[in-house]
């Protein structure tokens, strides 16, 4: 039933992989160089022509970077942003009194240009840990927000990547009291990307009408779904979050969990995390390989993600699927120390498809065939620990020795 419900929901929805945040209406989106990159594009924008609802979700490391403090208290003290500015190649983080300055500075320069109060703009930066920002090519790229020769959204998309070999975007639209709600996404992410947040921007707009009190819990949901459910290499950073505005430019009843139509909206607004999600993953640095772990049959659903997590997280898992190796021990392992509730006589696994363990015993299978779909780019491990009603899935990458040239020499 939930699969036929699922099919329903995905048949409503108009998707475009060319969307992007820009897509909504009354959003704007561009980016340019500035020089903290040799020639990419390196500073970027979305400016809403009206003041938004605004939700943000944070990384759980410690040490959070300067532009992050700075955004969360902003989000805390106002629930509604207008715009966000973003640079890519210097993290601002572990830069003390100074970097919170900078981030303040760069709000009060943007805010300059738009001809808004500061409070109203989020920033972000994701690059390089423990360098001061060169804020001459900071508030250069200030004076050229909605510079019409910039403000392509497609910008936006390169302007915040660091060893990201793609753009990760797409927007969805979905009919809400017979009106055409669009959700718009935009992320980066490739390396130090593990769940509860990791080095990774997301951002997420929207042109429908919601209180900033309903879609925090929106956000909040759908990244536990979803951008907490990936990993590349275990590392959690200082700098990433996931930010959300809400500008309410179509014309609708206000949405809650109390309009008839609000399944609808979640769905599509989980399903632009998700994607979002599975790019990042799919994109980890030196990756050949998406991951996907499914568990079903858990006690519940929290145990169930312990369990996900713990299999696209294993560094033998990564390293067994990168070489196509069918040891699906590797798996077992990795699902036995997840959870002290998972029993082995009631679990099994299915590596590709192909049935590897029933009841805890291994089962035979052939070789040659698992191999051949190990091959392929996207790799699915399903395990049943049981017949409870606990559901997850995560989403990882292969480890490569890509990775570690990458990783080796990131600062030079």
């Known amino acids: 039933m939930k699969?036929?419900?699922?099919?329903?929901?995905?048949?409503?929805?108009?998707?475009?992989?060319?969307?992007?945040?820009?897509?909504?209406?009354?959003?704007?989106?561009?980016?340019?160089?500035?020089?903290?990159?040799?020639?990419?594009?390196?500073?970027?924008?979305?400016?809403?022509?009206?003041?938004?609802?605004?939700?943000?979700?944070?990384?759980?490391?410690?040490?959070?970077?300067?532009?992050?403090?700075?955004?969360?208290?902003?989000?805390?003290?106002?629930?509604?942003?207008?715009?966000?500015?973003?640079?890519?190649?210097?993290?601002?983080?572990?830069?003390?009194?100074?970097?919170?300055?900078?981030?303040?500075?760069?709000?009060?320069?943007?805010?300059?240009?738009?001809?808004?109060?500061?409070?109203?703009?989020?920033?972000?930066?994701?690059?390089?840990?423990?360098?001061?920002?060169?804020?001459?090519?900071?508030?250069?790229?200030?004076?050229h927000i909605l510079n019409e020769k910039y403000n392509q959204s497609q910008f936006f998309n390169q302007s915040i990547l660091t060893t990201d070999t793609t753009t990760k975007h797409l927007s969805v639209q979905v009919e809400i009291d017979g009106k055409t709600v669009t959700i718009g996404g935009t992320a980066k992410g490739s390396g130090m990307v593990h769940p509860n947040m990791a080095t990774m921007l997301g951002f997420i707009t929207t042109d429908a009408n919601v209180d900033a009190r309903t879609l925090d819990n929106c956000l909040k949901q759908a990244t536990d779904q979803s951008f907490n459910m990936i990993t590349v290499d275990g590392d959690t950073s200082t700098n990433d979050m996931v930010l959300c505005m809400a500008n309410g430019q179509v014309d609708h009843q206000s949405l809650d969990e109390n309009h008839p139509e609000w399944h609808k909206f979640i769905y599509a607004f989980n399903f632009v995390s998700q994607y979002l999600a599975k790019s990042i993953a799919k994109d980890g640095e030196g990756a050949t390989k998406l991951v996907t772990a499914k568990v079903i049959g858990a006690y519940h659903d929290k145990e169930a993600k312990k369990i996900a997590k713990s299999i696209v997280s294993s560094n033998l898992v990564k390293t067994a699927i990168h070489g196509e190796d069918a040891n699906f021990g590797r798996i077992v392992t990795a699902i036995g120390y997840a959870s002290k509730h998972v029993e082995p006589s009631e679990t099994n696994v299915s590596l590709c498809q192909l049935p590897v363990l029933e009841h805890g015993m291994h089962l035979p299978f052939d070789e040659q065939l698992l191999k051949a779909r190990l091959t392929e780019d996207n790799i699915v491990i399903e395990v049943s620990v049981g017949d409870g009603d606990g559901e997850a899935a995560a989403y990882g990458c292969d480890l490569s020795y890509e990775y570690v040239r990458i990783n080796a020499s990131y600062r030079t």
């Open 3 to 143: 699969e036929i419900e699922t099919i329903d929901m995905l048949n409503q929805l108009n998707i475009d992989l060319q969307g992007d945040v820009g897509s909504p209406l009354g959003f704007i989106a561009g980016g340019l160089h500035v020089g903290l990159r040799r020639k990419k594009r390196d500073f970027g924008w979305i400016y809403s022509t009206t003041e938004a609802s605004a939700a943000g979700v944070y990384t759980l490391n410690r040490f959070k970077a300067a532009p992050l403090i700075v955004t969360e208290e902003t989000i805390y003290m106002n629930q509604s942003l207008q715009a966000i500015v973003v640079n890519s190649a210097n993290a601002n983080s572990c830069t003390g009194a100074r970097g919170l300055q900078d981030a303040k500075d760069t709000q009060a320069w943007a805010a300059e240009q738009l001809n808004i109060e500061p409070y109203k703009i989020g920033v972000a930066s994701t690059g390089v840990i423990g360098s001061f920002l060169p804020m001459e090519k900071i508030q250069y790229g200030t004076q």
